[in-house]
């Protein structure tokens, strides 16, 4: 299993604060409606996820301008499958939350992973909200493409905040 590498510089080395103590206006606001029902199959999961990343009407893949980064992400169907493979997970829910990270993220971190390549790990947080995210970039010849995305608790974010620390809010 891929995994991402041990003693890679963490938020700590970055004098960074633990993302506990981050002030309010750096949250996103939340409101109980940017949680999406699940869907009842893996297929019906993937239609919701598909749809709020704009892959509708035959839209199989799409370029996503990343200003935080100044980059792009490529975001296809294709790799959302894995995203909505876990059903008891049912990750199509946090499809809101994932996408405005994408777009506005709290940091963007680079790590190094155990196979010799990198992940951009995006964090996005939200006030008053139980729900955090942890969306993930594979880095793969010269393209950022979407590879998943999970709810966390804040203060389990900090362990993904490792590596190189490429954009804060």
């Not at 869907?39 to 035959?58: M, R, W, Y």
């Not at 790590?111 to 880095?139: E, Q």
Request: with cysteine; charged share 30%; net charge neutral.
């Amino acid at each position: 299993m891929i995994k991402e590498e041990k003693d890679q510089d963490n938020w700590k080395v970055f004098n960074l604060d633990d993302i506990r103590n981050t002030p309010p206006e750096q949250f996103h606001p939340y409101e109980e409606s940017m949680i999406l029902k699940a869907g009842e199959t893996e297929q019906e999961a993937l239609e919701i996820v598909s749809k709020e990343f704009e892959l509708v009407d035959n839209i199989c893949s799409r370029k996503i301008t990343i200003n935080a980064i100044q980059s792009w992400a490529i975001v296809s169907i294709d790799n959302l499958k894995h995203v909505v493979e876990k059903r008891s997970d049912a990750r199509e829910r946090f499809s809101k939350l994932a996408h405005l990270t994408l777009l506005s993220p709290f940091e963007v971190w680079k790590i190094k992973y155990s196979d010799g390549g990198f992940r951009l790990a995006f964090i996005g947080i939200f006030s008053g909200s139980k729900n955090h995210i942890l969306l993930v970039l594979k880095i793969d010849r010269n393209s950022n493409i979407l590879w998943n995305f999970m709810q966390c608790e804040l203060k389990k974010l900090n362990k993904h905040r490792l590596g190189e620390l490429i954009f804060k809010k």
